[in-house]
């Protein structure tokens, strides 16, 4: 039996192809609506900062135009790396059909993502402006959420002082030794790159000192990253404990679009509401009518601030009256105490009178007013067993608390149907931009350290996010209303 003729793979040989640009994505690929997209935006405070010209000369730039398409378009594949976006540019067809087949350098990439703070900042107001322009953004709705995503940091990075000023002594010294940069001959690139790491690495350290500076007064033995200082050990949603950066964001419910993103070393978001909503006045131009947030954002001080705001607030209070039992111990729960007004005491089911013991203030702002019966009563009342069995040398207590006028107003509102109804719209809205984020574009874990970087990372993350959904209900208006 003679053997079969087949078609031999050559891979020595070398070829010369002709490339048709344009042909390599097809016309309704995600590349060209974000290069179209980005061409209809305000990128005149990019151009500014461009130093050459034609009367001036100097090396071309690259197009802003070009460099926002390219991250944008990396992120929502998926992609935070400068470096593999600058390999991705010489094979994928679609950074291939973004930049003309042209090499784009990593350096270029990554200096251009953080450099830009406040022209991105701008540029992300100025597409919320477009998309409100198009109905798209009402605000008479917005969601309010935060969510922890790791930081660059190990756990295992973080130092007390002690350790951290015996690495920093260690670091000066290096940096001493490499003598002065004029009195020696020019150094060679790689003795230029370990030169500009110790000198970061020092740097570094003095920042974790001064990070432990502004947690001492809350946290005596407190620790910090000699990597990234500014993150901070937080509980994540799984139960444990790792390096992660609070990031806060706020989505109008009528599109789910991002209207406000700040990342915090915040470990929780108890304080995280008002001062989102007057971002969002200072950005958008107005308030939104309403607000919605979970238990973790629902405090005294929250519901005021709403109130004073005059933005209406919708959230949830976690279980449990205002009135609760402290002890942990009692069978009787507080409900079954009835408070006299006029003497300011309890009457519990023995008829013994629990007086006022002194009052304590909750982290959340709400004061505690302990009330506590006399030991003597209690041990020898017949009750005790259905009562605070286990208490030796304390009579029974309980908690009072005193809530303000915006408080009392806002319990009554959460305690109506049509309140319900309209919390539960929250995580439809604000949880879907978590997964999108997280899943679709990857970012579960920065690809930058330090808090100003962070929060660029997240501005182009947002911004990416806004602007695929707006292609996404472009194209379904164009279906809906074909010409």
């Known amino acids: 039996m003679s053997e079969p003729l087949l078609r031999r793979i050559n891979r020595e040989q070398m070829l010369w192809r002709a490339v048709d640009v344009e042909q390599l994505i097809g016309e309704d690929h995600a590349a060209r609506a974000i290069w179209e997209l980005v061409g209809r935006l305000d990128l005149d405070s990019f151009y500014a900062r461009i130093g050459c010209s034609e009367e001036e000369g100097g090396r071309p730039a690259y197009d802003p135009r070009l460099l926002i398409s390219v991250w944008i378009y990396a992120y929502s594949q998926g992609i935070g790396s400068a470096r593999e976006v600058a390999r991705r540019c010489e094979w994928e067809p679609a950074l291939q059909w973004l930049t003309g087949c042209e090499a784009v350098n990593y350096h270029t990439l990554s200096s ?238 023995g008829d013994k009178h629990l007086r006022y013991a002194g009052r304590h203030k909750h982290k959340t702002g709400n004061f505690f007013y302990r009330y506590e019966a006399a030991v003597s009563e209690c041990q020898n009342c017949p009750l005790k067993p259905q009562c605070c069995p286990t208490n030796q040398h304390r009579g029974r207590g309980l908690l009072r608390t005193k809530e303000t006028a915006a408080m009392m107003a806002f319990r009554q509102k959460m305690a109506t149907p049509e309140a319900q109804t309209l919390y539960r719209r929250r995580s439809r809205v604000i949880e879907f931009c978590h997964a999108w984020i997280k899943s679709k574009l990857g970012l579960r874990q920065f690809h930058l350290r330090g808090l100003a970087k962070v929060q660029m990372e997240m501005l182009w993350a947002c911004l990416t996010y806004n602007l695929q959904q707006w292609i996404r209900l472009r194209r379904l208006q164009a279906a809906l209303n074909p010409a």
Not at 169 to 190: F, L
Not at 210 to 215: P, S
Not at 279 to 287: D, F, T, Y
Not at 340 to 348: G, N, S
Request: glycine fraction near 6%.
């Open 112 to 349: 251009f993502r953080v450099e830009y703070r406040a022209e991105l900042d701008e540029l992300f107001t100025h597409v919320l402006g477009l998309m409100s322009a198009e109905g798209l953004i009402t605000l008479e709705q917005v969601v309010q959420d935060g969510t922890k995503i790791k930081a660059q940091a190990a756990s295992d990075s973080f130092q007390g002082e002690a350790k951290i000023g015996e690495h920093l002594e260690r670091a000066r010294k290096r940096v001493r030794e490499m003598g002065e940069p004029d009195q020696e001959p020019k150094p060679s690139r790689v003795e230029q790159a370990q030169r500009r790491a110790r000198r970061e690495r020092q740097q570094r350290l003095e920042q974790g000192l001064e990070e432990l500076q502004k947690l001492r007064p809350s946290k005596p033995r407190a620790r910090v990253s000699v990597s990234e200082p500014e993150a901070r050990r937080m509980r994540q949603s799984d139960g444990g404990i790792a390096p992660n950066y609070n990031v806060q964001i706020a989505a109008d419910a009528a599109q789910s679009l991002i209207v406000d993103v700040k990342v915090t070393q915040a470990p929780n978001d108890s304080e995280q509401l008002a001062p989102a909503v007057r971002r969002i006045v200072e950005r958008m131009g107005r308030k939104p009518r309403q607000m919605l947030a979970d238990a973790d954002f629902t405090n005294r001080r929250s519901v005021e601030a709403m109130a004073e705001l005059e933005v209406e607030y919708v959230g949830s209070l976690r279980k449990g009256g205002a009135e609760k039992d402290n002890t942990g111990t009692g069978r009787f729960t507080a409900a079954v105490f009835v408070y006299d007004p006029e003497h300011d005491h309890y009457v519990c089911p």
